[in-house]
């Protein structure tokens, strides 16, 4: 009785932190629009660079998609301790495309302008390939992204070969990402390496996409 009164209560801070922040807390569903080994939907979007980017450019290159909203503390998270950055970074190097993806509505909470999304890449010293800006929601629908992070991963033959949550733990605390399995890293290692991925879907967690 003691150890379920001390989870509800923890589960009531975790919502009353959410909305204080004026976000709301999305468990998504599993990536039932999507098919796991089947072609990833194709896009065109255009960067805060201004350029356009097309899914269909990276064919013989893995690609990872990234939902993104800086308002987010389940984002903040990853940003902070610098793990997004790093994994940025680690995975470019190897010749990975990573697309940041913001599909926030003009008006909604987490929606940037180019030069704001510019601002953050530069803020956070992050590494994507590129940010995209999605603010008809038209990307985020076709992967049917609820959350933020969400994360795919799609193999060089345009293959989804990942769909889900960042990692196991499902927190806001930085101290929990040292002890979480990071799902992405671990599907592109595996992938790399010529192995099948073992965990291909899991639920993703985060702050709702503002559609």
């Given at each position: 009785?003691?150890?379920k ?7 009531a801070?975790?919502t ?5 922040a ?12 999507l098919?796991?080994?089947k ?8 960067g ?6 097309n899914?269909s ?9 990234e939902?993104?909203?800086h ?5 903040a998270?990853h ?8 994994l ?5 190097e190897?010749?990975t495309i990573?697309?940041?993806v913001?599909s ?16 953050d890449?530069k ?5 994507p390939t590129?940010?995209i800006?999605?603010?008809?929601g038209?990307?985020?629908r076709a992967?049917?992204?609820k959350?933020?992070?969400h994360?795919?991963?799609i193999?060089p033959k345009?293959?989804?070969?990942y769909?889900?949550?960042?990692d ?9 990402i ?12 595996e ?8 965990t ?10 503002k559609?």
């Open positions: 009785m003691k150890k009164t001390w989870i509800q209560g923890i589960a801070v975790m009353l932190v959410a909305m204080g004026g976000i709301s807390v999305l468990m998504s569903s599993r990536a039932s629009a098919e796991i080994g072609p990833a939907p194709s896009f065109t979007g255009k805060s660079d201004g350029k356009d980017y899914l450019d990276y064919r013989g290159k893995y690609v990872v998609l939902w993104l909203n308002g987010c503390p389940y984002v998270k940003y902070d301790s610098g793990n997004m950055q790093g940025q970074k680690k995975y470019t190897k010749e990573w697309l940041s913001i926030s509505a003009p008006g909604k909470q987490g929606y940037s302008t180019p030069e704001e999304a510019n601002a890449v803020k956070h010293n992050a590494s590129a940010v800006l999605d603010p008809e038209k990307i985020g992967y049917d992204a959350t933020t992070p994360m795919f991963v193999d345009g293959d989804l070969i769909a889900g949550a960042i196991s733990k499902r927190s806001t605390d930085q101290k929990d040292p002890k979480s399995v990071n799902y992405v890293s671990q599907a592109l290692d992938a790399m390496a010529g192995k099948p991925v073992a291909a879907s899991t639920q993703a967690y985060g702050c709702s996409v559609y």
